[in-house]
């Protein structure tokens, strides 16, 4: 499955959960939250000042 910026935090986790480790190395520490579930990944990047691009690509490695 390759992970698009536009996927939300919660789909990202449940199709994939093994990346969350990933997430939270780039900074993103609030996983758990309910409010991230619904974020994509690209405004949680935003949130966190994370570029989303290099951020996918590790995700997409």
Request: glycine residues 6%; aromatic residues 0%; hydrophobic residues 40%.
């Amino acid at each position: 499955m390759k992970i698009e910026k536009n996927m939300t935090i919660g789909e990202l986790l449940e199709k994939s959960p093994e990346k969350a480790e990933l997430l939270l190395e780039a900074g993103m520490h609030c996983l758990g939250c309910p409010a991230s579930q619904a974020e994509t990944l690209e405004e949680a990047c935003e949130v966190h000042g994370i570029d989303v691009e290099e951020l996918l690509e590790k995700l997409n490695a």
